[in-house]
């Protein structure tokens, strides 16, 4: 059946147990043959309100990437390569971002761990977290690039909006630095996780200061992983990755809180990091030196609180 509606190029289609059925413009048009199995699962759908349909056509990792790069990160492009069709009440939003091993540190909700997130921790799971992120990417497609081709930023507002609260109750983690809380500066040789390879990093400890006065987040900017450099990366640092995640194509390596809804420079020590190579926990993504100049301009006069 799946392969009958892929070769007649029925792009996207719905079917809800209301017995109603929605078709977007599909091109090119429909054949009879494709008429004849939308008829067929309407009746199926039919037969009782109760009846749950659900077909996912998931393409292989080859398949994405070709997609990525024929639509240059448009995440919207997926609904023409990973269908999904189903009889309940509801609307199934298509997974297209999931929350990968190596941010669970900012979710001590979901995932309680010994070296958690201390600068930037969301208060909310990741099951609600995903489920907001791809409700939000089904309605902005857009993704916006990052530092290298293989990375792309999601901007949206603190909401959750599936429920109309707040997603998180987290504050911005990042300050200027004023003569009244430079000293309170402090350094420290640390690593994301255990087979990362430690870095100097500077930053002021969040019990040296009054943690309300710093604004809370009102933008996310969630930064994503195509599953090519996940996978790439595991690999280098001998680390299995999810099995289910595998056919989602983006995978969502950081979150930071922030008050625009733009990039801030990378933090220079990261860069640096990144430069390394997978084997030592970075992306290999050599450094550009007017991006990095740009980033010690900026982390010169901000740190980190954490």
């Not at 189903?86 to 297209?96: A, M, N, Q, Y």
């Not at 969630?222 to 599953?227: E, N």
């Not at 989602?248 to 420079?265: A, C, M």
Request: hydrophobic share 35%.
């Amino acid at each position: 059946l799946l392969k009958l509606i892929h070769t007649t190029h029925i792009n996207y289609f719905k079917i809800k147990a209301t017995n109603s059925l929605s078709r977007t413009k599909a091109t090119p048009k429909a054949t009879p043959k494709a008429t004849i199995l939308l008829s067929l699962l309407y009746l199926l759908s039919s037969l009782s309100t109760t009846t749950s349909l659900t077909i996912s056509l998931r393409p292989s990792l080859a398949t994405f990437k070709a997609t990525l790069k024929a639509t240059k990160g448009n995440i919207g492009s997926f609904r023409t390569t990973r269908l999904s069709m189903s009889t309940t009440s509801g609307d199934e939003v298509p997974k297209l971002c999931c929350i990968d091993p190596f941010c669970y540190r900012q979710f001590p909700l979901s995932h309680p761990t010994p070296t958690p997130s201390t600068s930037s921790p969301l208060s909310c799971t990741t099951t609600t977290f995903e489920s907001v992120l791809n409700s939000h990417l089904s309605k902005n497609p857009n993704l916006q690039d990052g530092y290298a081709p293989f990375c792309k930023h999601v901007f949206m507002e603190n909401v959750n909006i599936i429920d109309g609260g707040t997603l998180t109750d987290g504050r911005v983690n990042t300050v200027e630095i004023t003569e009244e809380n430079e000293g309170l500066i402090r350094t420290a040789y640390e690593a994301r996780n255990e087979k990362e390879l430690p870095v100097l990093t500077r930053f002021i400890p969040k019990d040296s200061i009054n943690i309300d006065d710093l604004p809370q987040a009102k933008y996310l900017d969630v930064i994503l992983y195509s599953r090519e450099q996940i996978i790439k990366e595991n690999a280098a640092m001998n680390v299995e990755g999810v099995k289910d995640q595998m056919d989602v194509p983006w995978g969502v390596v950081s979150i930071k809180l922030q008050t625009v809804d733009y990039e801030l420079p990378m933090n220079p020590i990261t860069a640096m990091r990144n430069g390394l190579g997978e084997e030592f926990g970075g992306s290999g993504k050599e450094i550009e030196r007017e991006e990095y100049m740009k980033a010690v301009e900026f982390w010169g006069k901000n740190v980190v609180v954490k």
